[in-house]
C-alpha cells in the first residue's frame, strides 16, 4: 500500500465515450503527477500540479483533460480517445520543498489500465 | 539532452542465481539516481537512492552502485527469488532546474524456478 489509490483499475471505453480516472493520495504531498506507460517505452511524464496549480502540460493532446480540486485528488478527464491511447495510466505525488531537501521520490498508485476500442 | 538507458531491455535468470542491472545517464548535473522496481500490473515502488557522493547502498539482497564520474550505476541483486521477477527502472533526477526526473525504459527482469 504505497497511500495513493487510483480507480478505476481496469477501463474499456469506445472512441466516442467520455470516461474520468480518479487518483487519491493520502500521504500529505503537495504535489500530483499523471504519467503514461506503453509497452516498452519510458514512463511518460502528462501533468504535473503542484500546490494544486497545473506547472506542466507535456504537449498532452486536448482529448486528456487533467482537474485537480485539491491537493488530494487528480482526475484525468477522458474524451473521444484513440486506440493509441490504450495505456497504463499512473498516478503519483511527491512532497516537494525548496532547494537541496528535495529527494525527488515519487509514490505511484497501483494504475489504470486502459484500452480504447 | 537529459537520457537515462538502461541494460539489458530483458533479463531471464534461474532462482538462486545473481544478476547485475546497468544504468548510463547524461543528465546533468546530478542530484540524486533511483531505483525502481515495478511488478507486474502495480506502480513503480523506490528500492533505493543513490546521491553524489554515495558509492554504494544496499537493501536486503539489492545492492546499487554509482560512479558519478563516468555516471554509471548499477543494480545487483544477490540469490534471486521468484518474487523478484518485475521490471527495475533507473530514475535519475537533475540538480536545480526542472524537478521532473528523468526515467529509463527499464530492464524486464524474470527469475524462473
Known amino acids: 500500500e504505497t497511500g495513493v489509490t487510483q480507480t478505476p483499475r481496469h477501463l474499456v471505453m469506445g472512441m466516442t465515450n467520455k470516461k474520468s480516472l480518479k487518483c487519491e493520495q493520502h500521504?500529505?504531498?503537495?504535489?500530483m503527477y499523471w504519467y503514461k506507460q506503453s509497452a516498452k517505452k519510458p514512463l511518460e511524464l502528462m501533468f504535473v500540479?503542484?500546490?494544486?496549480?497545473?506547472?506542466e502540460n507535456n504537449s498532452v493532446p486536448s482529448r486528456f483533460s487533467p482537474e485537480c480540486p485539491n491537493s488530494s485528488h487528480l482526475f484525468l478527464h477522458l474524451h473521444t480517445l484513440q486506440p493509441e491511447d490504450s495505456a497504463l495510466y499512473l498516478c503519483?505525488?511527491?512532497?516537494?520543498?525548496?532547494?537541496?531537501?528535495?529527494?525527488?521520490?515519487?509514490?505511484f498508485g497501483e494504475g489504470s489500465r486502459l484500452t480504447v476500442l | 539532452k537529459n537520457q537515462v538507458e538502461q541494460s539489458p531491455q530483458s533479463l531471464i535468470i534461474l532462482e538462486g542465481k545473481n544478476c547485475t542491472l546497468q544504468?548510463?545517464?547524461?543528465?546533468?548535473?546530478?542530484?540524486?539516481l533511483r531505483w525502481y522496481k515495478q511488478d507486474t500490473g502495480r506502480g513503480p515502488v523506490s528500492l533505493t537512492i543513490?546521491?553524489?557522493?554515495?558509492n554504494t547502498k544496499s537493501n536486503g539482497r539489492y545492492t546499487a552502485t554509482l560512479d558519478a564520474d563516468t555516471k554509471q550505476s548499477s543494480l545487483h541483486i544477490t540469490a534471486s527469488q521468484l518474487s523478484d521477477s518485475a521490471s527495475y527502472i533507473c530514475?535519475?533526477?537533475?540538480?536545480?532546474?526542472?524537478?521532473?526526473?528523468?526515467f529509463g525504459r527499464g530492464t524486464s527482469l524474470i527469475v524462473h524456478p
Open positions: 503519483a505525488s511527491s512532497h516537494r520543498t525548496s532547494g537541496r531537501a528535495e529527494t525527488g521520490e515519487l509514490f
Open positions: 500521504l500529505g504531498h503537495n504535489a
Open positions: 500540479y503542484n500546490f494544486k496549480e497545473q506547472t
Open positions: 544504468c548510463n545517464y547524461t543528465v546533468s548535473p546530478f542530484s540524486n
Open positions: 543513490m546521491t553524489f557522493s554515495e
Open positions: 530514475v535519475v533526477k537533475r540538480e536545480g532546474g526542472s524537478y521532473i526526473p528523468t
